[in-house]
C-alpha cells in the first residue's frame, strides 16, 4: 500500500491557511527518497528545493555555483519522491538576473523538466517585471527577500539583514513591489523580527519566515538541520530534531566492525549468485 500524502495543497490553500491564521509549514528536500519520506508524514504543505543544494548537498561554500541544470535534476528527483506534493524550486544564479526571456525559459525548464509546482527567485522591485513576466506565462512566483545566498558577496556575509530604518522601508516597498507584481508567497530570511510583523501585515499573500521571528506566516527550514545532517555551519535560529549523522557513524561503525569480525554475512550462508 501507498504511504503517499493523500493532501494536494495548492495556491488557494495555502492562501486559505492564512486567511484562517493557520501556519504553513515548508522544509527543504533534494532527493527522491528525503521528498518521499516527508511527504509520507503528511505534515508539511510545501517542499521547497532550495539551491542551498549546492552547501548541504554538493559540498560548495555557497549556492552560487548551482546551475540551472542541478536544480532541474533534483527537482525532478524530489518529484518522483512526491508526486503529489506542492514543490517550490529555487532559480538558481543568473538563471534569471539577465533578462525576462531568460527566467521564463529557466522557470519553464524547472517546471516541465523538473515537475516543480512554482518557482522562487531572490530580490525586490528591481525584479517586478521578470514576477510579472512569469506570472502571466502561468508560473507561479515565490519572492524571497532580506538575506539573499546569492547576493552573500554583496550583503557582506550570512548576517541579519534591514536593520536600518531606511533599510527597512526598502524591503517593504520590496515585498508590495512582489506582491503587486503577482507572486503568490514571499519567503523572508534573517530579518529583525518586528519587521517580518510588519511585513507579514503588510502583504495578503503568505509570508514565509526563516530566522525571521514567530510571527509569519509560516516557518521554512532546511531539512538536513533539522536532522542533524548538516556537516559544517548550522544557522542559529535552525533547531535540530534528531541526530541522524550520529545514527548513521554508529551504523557505519558496527556494520564495519561486524565484516571485520567475520560475523557478516552469517557464516554458511551461501551467497546469492
Ligand atoms: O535555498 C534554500 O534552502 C532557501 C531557504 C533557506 C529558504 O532559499
Redesign the pocket.
Known amino acids: 500500500m501507498s504511504n503517499l500524502s493523500t493532501r494536494l495543497l495548492r495556491i488557494p490553500e495555502i492562501q486559505g491557511k492564512k486567511e484562517k491564521g493557520e501556519q504553513i509549514v515548508m522544509l527543504?528536500a533534494y532527493s527522491s527518497w528525503m521528498a518521499r519520506l516527508l511527504d509520507e508524514t503528511g505534515a508539511i504543505d510545501m517542499l521547497?528545493v532550495?539551491?542551498?543544494l549546492g552547501m548541504v548537498e554538493l559540498g560548495f561554500d555557497t549556492?552560487i555555483p548551482v546551475t540551472l541544470e542541478d536544480m532541474i535534476r533534483h527537482t525532478r528527483a524530489v518529484r518522483n519522491g512526491a508526486p503529489r506534493a506542492f514543490v517550490v524550486a529555487?532559480l538558481p544564479f543568473m538563471s534569471y538576473q539577465p533578462s525576462k526571456a531568460e527566467a521564463l525559459r529557466s522557470a519553464g525548464r524547472l517546471m516541465q523538466e523538473g515537475g516543480a509546482s512554482a518557482v522562487?527567485l531572490e530580490g525586490g522591485a528591481a525584479l517586478r517585471k521578470t514576477v510579472r513576466r512569469l506570472v502571466d506565462a502561468g508560473i507561479p512566483v515565490m519572492g524571497?527577500l532580506g538575506l539573499l545566498p546569492q547576493s552573500l558577496h554583496q550583503q557582506g556575509g550570512y548576517r541579519q539583514q534591514a536593520k536600518e530604518p531606511e533599510e527597512q522601508e526598502e524591503l517593504l516597498r520590496d515585498a508590495a513591489a512582489l506582491e503587486q507584481a503577482g507572486a503568490f508567497s514571499i519567503?523572508l530570511?534573517c530579518i529583525p523580527a518586528d519587521l517580518a510583523v510588519r511585513v507579514s501585515r503588510q502583504c495578503r499573500i503568505p509570508v514565509i519566515g526563516?530566522g525571521a521571528g514567530a510571527a509569519c506566516d509560516g516557518q521554512?527550514l532546511?531539512t538536513n538541520d533539522i536532522l542533524g545532517l548538516t556537516g559544517g555551519r548550522t544557522p542559529s535560529f535552525a533547531r535540530r530534531y534528531a541526530d541522524l549523522g550520529e545514527s548513521i557513524r554508529a551504523a557505519v561503525q558496527s556494520f564495519s566492525g561486524d565484516v571485520r569480525a567475520g560475523k557478516f554475512p552469517p557464516s554458511g550462508e551461501e551467497g546469492n549468485a
Do not use: A, N, W
Request: charge should be negative; proline fraction near 0%.
Open positions: 527543504t521547497l532550495g539551491d542551498s549556492t529555487d522562487k524571497h519567503v530570511e526563516i521554512v532546511v
